[in-house]
């Protein structure tokens, strides 16, 4: 399939990038930084995604995965102005099969950066008026939301033992997720997934279900 990707530079975007490239698909990329990915099934373009106007003419994409996103830098410009640009751009069209958004746990939480949060919260709820209107394609658009993956972008607090600790406290698996295992969730809600749609998956090892319950004789 015809897969159009944001943010392939680094990370979770790369990850998905070379995913859908083993499998076969046929993969074009958008990120502000250069690609170290070298492959007949992938084209690169570098522009920031916040140039509108700049954006190539691409037609009939199949999968669209908006991935590009920043932290604490015109967040909101980025993660869902720029998101709600390119979906409108590629994605309402008939050859289009499904729509993914990487948001955020923090979405629902509200534990992050204050413009962040409001960001990924838009992209929920953008996720939701998107679904409803690419569902006359037979297509389908959720929002994969992680809590923490191990990233470059994470290292700050991953090489913090201090901080670490304390992440590793208010998670009940005790680790972050991989890129990998976050790629193969966005191959799955686009590749495999034909009936889920207008849905958030939270995926953070259970940390938005911590209550910090203390009793007499409970320890949860």
């Given amino acids: 399939m015809k897969v159009l990707i944001t943010g392939t530079g680094q990370g979770i975007g790369k990850g998905i990038a070379e995913l859908f490239i083993a499998a076969n698909h046929q993969v074009i990329g958008i990120d502000r930084q250069s690609s170290t990915i070298k492959h007949d099934n992938y084209q690169h373009y570098q522009l920031d995604i916040r140039q509108f106007k700049k954006l190539?003419?691409?037609a009939d994409i199949e999968i669209l995965i908006n991935n590009a996103g920043t932290q604490n830098e015109d967040d909101i410009a980025v993660n869902l102005k720029a998101l709600i640009s390119i979906t409108e751009k590629y994605a309402f069209q008939p050859k289009i099969k499904s729509i993914l958004n990487i948001g955020s746990a923090s979405a629902h939480t509200g534990a992050e950066f204050p413009e962040y949060c409001a960001s990924k919260g838009g992209v929920v709820a953008y996720t939701k008026n998107a679904a409803l209107r690419v569902a006359k394609y037979g297509a389908t658009c959720n929002s994969l939301d992680p809590g923490g993956v191990i990233t470059p972008l994470n290292e700050c607090v991953i090489n913090d033992a201090n901080l670490w600790r304390?992440?590793?406290?208010?998670?009940?698996l005790k680790?972050?997720?991989t890129i990998e295992e976050i790629?193969?969730?966005?191959?799955?809600m686009t590749v495999h997934n034909k009936f889920c749609t207008g849905q958030s998956i939270i995926i953070d090892g259970g940390e938005a279900i911590n209550n910090h319950f203390i009793w007499p004789g409970h320890n949860i």
């Fill in 183 to 188: 790629a193969e969730w966005a191959y799955f």
């Fill in 166 to 172: 304390q992440i590793m406290n208010e998670t009940p």
């Fill in 175 to 177: 680790r972050w997720a």
């Fill in 56 to 58: 190539p003419d691409i």
